[in-house]
């Protein structure tokens, strides 16, 4: 069975940064992509990155691409949001998902609360 384990949100102040974990099980990590996601109140998931399962190809959605960096280490069977100068716009639960491609899904893990407030 999959499992995703997301941590390492918390409360930030705008223009701080955060590192998020996910630490996953239940299929070959190494011949996965990854992907991060968020959810704000009230609003679905948005797909903000994603890397390939080497770790060579990475892609980010415009409004964090410059901000956020996604990573892995495959070792761990974890992958990695650096977020840095974070707004109050990225306030949001972040999860993490299997598969490069975004029709690839698997049952969402708890995700892990980001708030960004002065």
């Known amino acids: 069975q999959v499992h995703f384990v997301e941590s390492g949100g918390g409360l930030v102040q705008p223009g701080g940064s955060l590192t998020l974990s996910c630490v996953t099980s239940?299929?070959?990590?190494?011949?996965?992509?990854m992907r991060w996601y968020r959810q704000a109140p009230g609003q679905g998931k948005e797909l903000l990155a994603r890397?390939?399962?080497?770790?060579?190809?990475?892609n980010y959605v415009a409004s964090v691409r410059g901000r956020f960096t996604i990573s892995r280490e495959n070792i761990k069977n974890t992958t990695y949001l650096q977020m840095d100068n974070l707004k109050p716009e990225d306030t949001a639960v972040y999860y993490c998902?299997?598969?490069?491609?975004?029709?690839?899904?698997?049952?969402w893990g708890q995700g892990t609360q980001v708030t960004v407030s002065s």
């Open positions: 998902m299997k598969g490069w491609s975004v029709e690839e899904f698997d049952s």
């Open positions: 239940g299929f070959t990590f190494s011949a996965s992509g």
């Open positions: 890397i390939s399962s080497g770790g060579g190809l990475t």
